[in-house]
């Protein structure tokens, strides 16, 4: 069954707290620094460590892939042993030859088989090739699947000549049999623990009620491919029919073991079964904004109040971006979290000057101040760029707004003469109200005679006079 994640609907799974009894994707389970390969990953929710689910919890279920394992035995490697199925009855004469011959290509099929299982166990449904199969070190328990499976089809032989109805059951029941018999096989990585009844009742236990599919589905297919013998068994020569007998059980025993492997991989937590390497930590990569996804985490628990907490923290790192600012103003802002929203505007307003955004400053004022009517920026600093770059956009009576009572919020502030200069400046020469301009010019007049500025402020009190002196003909 595929779990998936429960912050990402679409994604599978692939940790699990157990804990919180929650399960992750790749995406949002943050793992400490370091390398690669050792990283642990991490629960966001209690800190406790995360159990990695595998791979097979992602995989489609069995009979979703039931297609390729039917076209399995027809990939090139394996086509050539049906190939030699089909002529090692033809070529070799009837005997004790042929009979040694036959179940020495027999043992070959099963090695072919039980390393496409071994490969297919891992998730791996590639076509297994020859050189795969002659570097394989299972030897010994390819001949020990083999020989069982000669045992089981000489007994059901054998009572199938004494009674045709008792030789069917027996070949139903060990047919049902085998599947459990190589799972448990290949999870003790021996036959003989798979042929006492405790593996075979673990693999049962492991794969529950759809061994009842499993068994359907194989008494169907060999019930198809002994239909397909029988029918031409009447009408080929005998050695004809024997060849195309070795090459349906043949295929048949291919198809067996690789949906066998499939089964491994599919519930290999349920089975206790570890893919060849799956011992392994698994290896991963460190995102680059682990942060951003706790955030989406604790915002769908409803746990705002950690948002808001990990949001501010990237927002108080050196050089915080752009981004971190955005997502705590957006956070804040919809939590109605006054006191935040105006102690975080001024470090906000001067992101975004810096980053070239003037016009989302001039709209983001004017929501402030229509939140919270009458606001301007306590940071004097941050006033006065702001009514500089509102100044560049047009934006005058933003601009003087900013900067309008600056010598009562920041009585001591040093750039105080430049700032009402300019307040001055866009009064009377942009928002034609000269008297208002001439009145902070005269107050910087009076207050800093000995300010360096004060040239400044001489020039432009004799320029707003003359602006104010009525006019004659």
Same mark, same amino acid.
């Given at each position: 069954?595929?779990?998936?994640?429960? %912050?990402?609907?679409?994604? =599978?799974?692939?940790?699990?707290?157990?804990?919180?009894?929650?399960?992750?994707?790749?995406?949002?389970?943050?793992?400490?620094?370091?390398?690669?390969?050792?990283?642990?990953?991490?629960?966001?929710?209690?800190?406790?460590?995360?159990?990695?689910?595998?791979?097979?919890?992602?995989?489609?279920?069995?009979?979703?892939?039931?297609?390729?394992?039917?076209?399995?035995?027809?990939?090139?490697?394996?086509?050539?042993?049906?190939?030699?199925?089909?002529?090692?009855?033809?070529?070799?004469?009837?005997?004790?030859?042929?009979?040694?011959?036959?179940?020495?290509?027999?043992?070959?099929?099963?090695?072919?088989?039980?390393?496409?299982?071994?490969?297919?166990?891992?998730?791996?449904?590639?076509?297994?090739?020859?050189?795969?199969?002659?570097?394989?070190?299972?030897?010994?328990?390819?001949?020990?699947?083999?020989?069982?499976?000669?045992?089981?089809?000489?007994?059901?032989?054998?009572?199938?000549?004494?009674?045709?109805?008792?030789?069917?059951?027996?070949?139903?029941?060990?047919?049902?049999?085998?599947?459990?018999?190589?799972?448990?096989?290949?999870?003790?990585?021996?036959?003989?623990?798979?042929?006492?009844?405790?593996?075979?009742?673990?693999?049962?236990?492991?794969?529950?009620?759809?061994?009842?599919?499993?068994?359907?589905?194989?008494?169907?297919?060999?019930?198809?491919?002994?239909?397909?013998?029988?029918?031409?068994?009447?009408?080929?020569?005998?050695?004809?029919?024997?060849?195309?007998?070795?090459?349906?059980?043949?295929?048949?025993?291919?198809?067996?073991?690789?949906?066998?492997? %499939?089964?491994?991989?599919?519930?290999?937590?349920?089975?206790?079964?570890?893919?060849?390497?799956?011992?392994?930590?698994?290896?991963?990569?460190?995102?680059?904004?682990?942060?951003?996804?706790?955030?989406?985490?604790?915002?769908?628990?409803?746990? %705002?109040?950690?948002?808001?907490?990990?949001?501010?923290?990237?927002?108080?790192?050196?050089?915080?971006?752009?981004?971190?600012?955005?997502?705590?103003?957006?956070?804040?802002?919809?939590?109605?979290?006054?006191?935040?929203?105006?102690?975080?505007?001024?470090?906000?307003?001067?992101?975004?000057?810096?980053?070239?955004?003037?016009?989302?400053?001039?709209?983001?004022?004017?929501?402030?101040?229509?939140?919270? =009517?009458? &606001?301007?920026?306590?940071?004097?600093?941050?006033?006065?760029?702001?009514?500089?770059?509102?100044?560049?956009?047009?934006?005058?009576?933003?601009?003087?707004?900013?900067?309008?009572?600056?010598?009562?919020?920041?009585?001591? %502030?040093?750039?105080?003469?430049?700032?009402?200069?300019?307040?001055?400046?866009?009064?009377?020469?942009?928002?034609?109200?000269?008297?208002?301009?001439?009145?902070?010019?005269?107050?910087?007049?009076?207050?800093?005679?000995?300010?360096?500025? &004060?040239?400044?402020?001489?020039?432009?009190?004799?320029?707003?006079?003359?602006?104010?002196?009525?006019?004659?003909?």
């Amino acid at each position: 069954m595929t779990l998936y994640c429960k %912050y990402h609907a679409l994604e =599978p799974a692939a940790w699990r707290c157990p804990p919180c009894h929650v399960d992750f994707c790749d995406t949002c389970s943050p793992d400490l620094p370091g390398e690669a390969t050792s990283a642990v990953h991490y629960c966001p929710l209690c800190n406790g460590e995360l159990k990695a689910l595998g791979a097979a919890h992602s995989a489609p279920a069995f009979w979703q892939r039931l297609t390729d394992f039917l076209r399995y035995p027809f990939s090139p490697a394996a086509l050539v042993l049906l190939v030699l199925a089909f002529l090692l009855p033809l070529m070799v004469p009837d005997g004790v030859v042929a009979h040694v011959a036959r179940l020495g290509f027999l043992l070959l099929v099963v090695k072919y088989a039980w390393t496409a299982l071994e490969q297919v166990s891992t998730g791996d449904v590639q076509p297994l090739g020859f050189e795969r199969l002659l570097a394989a070190k299972n030897n010994e328990l390819a001949l020990g699947a083999g020989m069982l499976l000669v045992a089981m089809v000489a007994a059901s032989g054998y009572v199938f000549t004494k009674s045709a109805f008792y030789g069917s059951l027996l070949a139903v029941v060990l047919l049902c049999v085998v599947p459990l018999v190589l799972l448990a096989a290949a999870v003790n990585r021996s036959l003989g623990s798979a042929l006492n009844a405790e593996g075979i009742k673990a693999a049962l236990a492991g794969i529950g009620p759809l061994h009842v599919v499993v068994c359907l589905l194989l008494v169907g297919l060999l019930a198809a491919l002994q239909s397909f013998v029988s029918l031409f068994a009447d009408i080929l020569p005998l050695a004809a029919a024997r060849a195309l007998g070795m090459v349906a059980y043949s295929y048949f025993t291919i198809v067996l073991f690789v949906l066998c492997g %499939y089964l491994l991989f599919q519930y290999q937590e349920s089975l206790g079964f570890t893919p060849a390497g799956g011992s392994a930590k698994r290896k991963t990569h460190r995102r680059a904004d682990d942060g951003a996804v706790q955030v989406e985490m604790f915002l769908k628990e409803g746990n %705002y109040g950690k948002a808001i907490a990990l949001l501010k923290r990237d927002t108080n790192k050196k050089n915080a971006s752009l981004t971190a600012h955005e997502r705590y103003h957006k956070l804040v802002w919809a939590m109605n979290d006054e006191q935040s929203l105006l102690e975080h505007a001024p470090v906000y307003f001067k992101v975004l000057l810096e980053a070239g955004r003037d016009q989302q400053v001039a709209s983001l004022l004017r929501a402030y101040i229509e939140r919270i =009517p009458g &606001y301007k920026p306590e940071d004097p600093d941050t006033a006065l760029a702001l009514a500089e770059a509102f100044e560049r956009m047009g934006e005058y009576k933003l601009a003087v707004h900013v900067l309008n009572g600056l010598h009562k919020d920041a009585p001591h %502030y040093a750039r105080l003469p430049e700032a009402y200069l300019l307040a001055a400046r866009i009064l009377a020469e942009h928002l034609s109200l000269p008297q208002k301009g001439l009145a902070l010019v005269q107050f910087l007049e009076g207050r800093f005679k000995t300010h360096k500025s &004060y040239p400044d402020i001489q020039r432009a009190l004799s320029a707003l006079a003359a602006q104010m002196r009525p006019r004659t003909l």
